[in-house]
């Protein structure tokens, strides 16, 4: 029954992936790449420029997000402070305010620092809607970790922070594997922020240009060229989440389901 039921989840999941895939090289005349060519040669189509907009804004917000939820999950697992909990709950609580409803503050708050219309501006408002989740993970993967490894490396001589650099940050590995891939996932297929945060079409995403060719060609929407803009942009998904699929389901396993 269980195998029945997980089969019948992946094939409901599957089957819009597999759909554009198949749409995606499917032509006139045939099958063939003429979609994919006009993706990549269209004026408005996927270019370096957007790719490397994508990549950077992901590589940033992971990047980011890795750092912030590792200082605060070892804060929040391994040390005592007045107000930890209280602040540990108003982390969590970052969670039921819906982000669409804060955008405009933040395009603002942007605006007042410099980083309106920017890449930079951008991933740090992404690195903070996904800190809730991110700390809440790496917390309970440091509480996972047995004590006693921490204690004998501060008696050898180790200080909090190499301790964590040497002993910890090797033991909560899958942890620190489900949290970048989380972020990368968010950030890399990001299309509401992007498009409020986002002026200039020279720092648009790969997500936003794919979805500006449906307007961008007076109402005539190709969809063979958009599906195949849906698969390029998926199969980095599929591949990173095949090869690190082993340590995401050990991180959940061993942190996130705990306390």
Known sequence: ?????????????????????????????????????????????IHFEQAFNSVAVSVLTVGGTLVVSTLGGYAFGRFTFPGRDALFLLTLAILMVPYATILIALYVLLGWIGLQDSLIGLSLVLIMFQLPFSVFMMRNSFEAVPKELEEAALLDGCGSFRALIRIMLPAVKPGLITVGLFAFLTSWSEFFAPLILLNSTDKFTMMLTVVNMRTATFGAIDYAALEAGVTFMAVPCLVLFLVLQRSYVRGFMSGALRG
Not at 9 to 15: K, S
Request: charged letters at 15%; glycine letters at 8%.
């Open 1 to 45: 029954m269980r195998r029945l039921t997980g089969a019948a989840l992946a094939i409901l999941f599957l089957f819009p992936l597999a759909w554009s895939a198949f749409a995606s090289v499917r032509t006139p005349s045939g099958f063939g790449l003429e979609n994919y060519a006009r993706l990549f040669t269209a004026d408005n189509g």
